[in-house]
């Protein structure tokens, strides 16, 4: 199984199970810190999957993980939604990539309401490309995700920069 599939079916896992402070009958305090628990691993799930994906080179897992109407900022730049995002930027250059690592993300989640959720993400990554060209950079990322009724987290907003180490 893949890691997106197996972060992806945790995620939905965690979010669909009762809370064990509720069941057991813990005092309030450790049953909120359960759920706001769950309610921050879901969106967390998502944007680790999106790097996975990135990693894997793996245009259809990263395109599930984008709402249709998605924004997409890069280095100052209005790409579109993910669709256009990857139709013509983020596509073309997956065929060059020969291995894409990242390292030590962190990852931070604000809950903004139930159903919006705030990521805030740093990170080191090196891209090697078939041509032999390496890339190391560090950069950051702000995520908007929305839980769409019925259905799963979503990213809807994505803005990164990057810069050379």
């Known amino acids: 199984m893949s890691n997106l ?4 079916l945790a995620s939905a896992a965690l979010a669909a199970s ?11 305090a450790e049953s909120e810190q359960h759920a706001d628990y769950q309610m921050h691993a879901a969106p967390m799930a998502v944007l680790a999957a999106y790097r996975d994906a990135l990693t894997q080179r ?3 897992a990263m395109t599930g993980l984008f709402a249709e109407a998605s924004l997409i900022v890069e280095n100052g730049k209005v790409e579109g939604t993910f669709g256009e995002y990857m139709e013509h930027h983020l596509g073309p250059e997956l ?3 020969k291995t894409f690592e990242f390292f030590d993300p962190q990852t931070e989640i604000e809950m903004l309401g139930a159903h919006v959720a705030l990521g805030r993400e740093t990170y080191r990554y090196q891209i090697e490309l078939t041509d032999g060209r390496v890339f190391e950079r560090t950069g950051v990322a702000t995520s908007v995700l929305m ?6 987290w979503k990213i809807s907003r ?6 050379a180490l």
């Open 58 to 60: 793996d245009a259809d």
């Open 158 to 163: 994505y803005h990164s920069s990057s810069r």
């Open 5 to 8: 599939l197996t972060a992806l």
């Open 95 to 97: 065929g060059a990539i």
């Open 147 to 152: 839980h769409e009724p019925g259905g799963s």
């Open 18 to 28: 009762p809370s064990t402070a509720l069941q057991h009958g813990h005092g309030e």
